[in-house]
């Protein structure tokens, strides 16, 4: 059992030449042998020896820093109760606004069944226990995903679910049996999206195989062998096998990939290239003539993101995806859903409570920002749950590039506030504004892959005029 103090006994044994002791949160933590390696130096422990630490501690850290560090507690105040949770793996956040509307215990919603408040728990605990730890190492050492974390992933049904509701779901046990395959749907994989974008590492979100999400659908919607199809299925789901996606700017136009994403460790590149009249889609397999190259971009190297040149690279006519020359829409056909995961992922951001009226009004606005983004986004996910699939691109293509580009635009607004409200820490990757720094060096993934917040406006627009009735009149 912890041993038990009494605030004189801390302020007698806590301050001397040789020891070093102090109280946060009604927790007695001997720092004596920690002080050489504080990164906040040894001066400031010092003046706090023998004494309450607590308000000294949370002006500066995060908690997570306390529980990292919960060897140094040798014991606690007699007759006080720590105040401060310390969240378990799949718990809610009591951080006001932190989670969406939907997840307050006070608010009700038509859009969330129970097979999706399993799913989000399900989801939130895996995540908190296998992929932020994980992804947290990773930002950190820039390396990529391991294979044990893949491995995890596909036996969860994880890599089948990042892929949207289908019939790949089918038969398939999705964590533990949370939902069946047949019922996932649009708002399943709202919250799949959401739940992965938790650990707070955009670099590694990307890599966790992100490059899967947008190019097997080529290969589930347009290969025609079907035993080959199955077969490359079963790789990818299984994480035997990585794939991606890779376009060039020259090829997709607006959508400027001058990078592809998983492209240093794939097996499969889902091709686009020139051909006579146009641009036709190939899979193309690691191999002979076929190079990649590190990019270094503003996020992490665990992306995965390189530059890749194919030279005299052979691929057998069956490789071809869809139909020579039309591959635009075999890559169209995919950019709705990608455009709506990025959405997903982007209005997520958790916000704090500082005491001074101009700070309120700033967290006021970034409050109205995610929340309304979140209802539109939950408008949108309604309507892709009771669309077929062929008229989404019709329908929802407009108002899903309008959605993501109101969300990147609120993100700039939201990370730029935030960075004024923590001032220098919000641009320290370590520390208190960690989180703020992230987001405000990763936003703008957002706002340009999956099509820039310029081209989707003009999208959404132009969409809205095109289905204008001729006898409608102002
Ligand atoms: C058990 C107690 C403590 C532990 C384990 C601890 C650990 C850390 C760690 C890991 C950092 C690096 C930044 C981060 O990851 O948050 C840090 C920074 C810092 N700590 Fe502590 N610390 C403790 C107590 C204190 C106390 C009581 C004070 C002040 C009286 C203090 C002052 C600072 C300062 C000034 C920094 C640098 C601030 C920054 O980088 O933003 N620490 N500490």
Redesign the pocket.
């Known amino acids: 059992m912890a041993k038990s103090f009494t605030r004189d006994e801390v302020a007698k044994q806590g301050n001397t030449e040789d020891s070093l002791w ?1 109280v ?1 949160d009604s927790k007695v ?1 001997d ?1 004596s042998d920690f002080v050489d390696a ?3 130096g040894e001066a ?2 010092r ?2 020896a023998g004494q309450d ?1 607590t308000a ?2 949370y002006n ?3 908690h997570e ?2 529980v990292k ?1 919960e060897d ?1 507690q040798i014991g606690t105040i007699e007759g006080e109760k720590p105040t401060v949770a310390t969240p378990q793996p799949g718990d809610l956040s009591l951080v006001p606004y932190a989670e969406p509307l939907w997840l307050s215990p006070s608010f009700k919603s038509p859009y969330y069944k129970e097979s999706h408040r399993k799913l989000q728990k399900a989801m939130r605990t895996f995540n908190d226990k296998y992929i932020s730890p994980e992804a947290q190492a990773r930002e950190a050492d820039g390396k990529y995903i391991s294979q044990e974390l893949v491995d995890r992933m596909s036996k969860a049904g994880i890599l089948h679910m990042r892929l949207g509701p289908g019939k790949h779901l089918h038969g398939v046990n999705l964590l533990d049996g949370v939902v069946r395959g047949e019922e996932f749907d649009y708002f399943h994989d709202l919250i799949m999206s959401q739940e992965s974008s938790r650990a707070n590492a955009r670099g590694f979100q990307d890599g966790q195989l992100a490059g899967m999400i947008i190019g097997l659908p080529c290969i589930m919607n347009y290969m025609k062998d079907e035993k080959r199809k199955r077969a490359l299925m079963n790789e990818v789901f299984s994480g035997k096998k990585y794939m991606c996606l890779a376009i060039t700017e020259a090829f997709a136009g607006s959508d400027a990939r001058k990078w592809i994403t998983n492209g240093v460790y794939s097996d499969y590149f889902i091709t686009g290239v020139r051909t006579e009249k146009g641009l036709s889609v190939l899979l193309i397999e690691r191999g002979e003539g076929i190079e990649t190259k590190p990019i270094k971009t503003s996020y992490s190297p665990s992306a995965g993101t390189a530059y890749i040149t194919f030279d005299n690279v052979k691929v057998p006519v069956e490789n071809l995806l869809g139909e020579e020359n039309k591959g635009i829409y075999v890559i169209l056909s995919n950019f709705n859903h990608e455009r709506w995961t990025m959405a997903c992922t982007s209005v997520l951001f958790g916000k704090r409570l500082i005491d001074q009226p101009v700070i309120r009004q700033k967290l006021a606005k970034m409050i109205a920002l995610v929340e309304a983004n979140q209802s539109w986004l939950e408008t949108i996910t309604y309507q892709m749950c009771n669309m077929p699939y062929s008229e989404q691109a019709k329908h929802l293509g407009g108002p899903v590039g309008l959605l993501k580009m109101s969300i990147t635009r609120a993100a700039h607004e939201i990370a730029d506030e935030s960075v004024q409200i923590f001032g220098g ?1 919000g641009l ?1 990757q ?3 504004g960690r989180v703020i720094e992230m987001f405000h060096r990763t936003y703008k993934f957002d706002a340009i892959l999956g099509g820039a917040e310029e081209v989707l406006a003009d999208l959404g627009v132009r969409q809205a005029m095109a289905k204008m009735p001729k006898n409608a009149k102002l």
């Open positions: 102090f946060v933590y720092v504080h990164p906040g400031v422990l003046q706090v630490a000294a501690f500066l850290h995060r820093v306390l560090y140094l820490r320290t370590s520390g208190m």
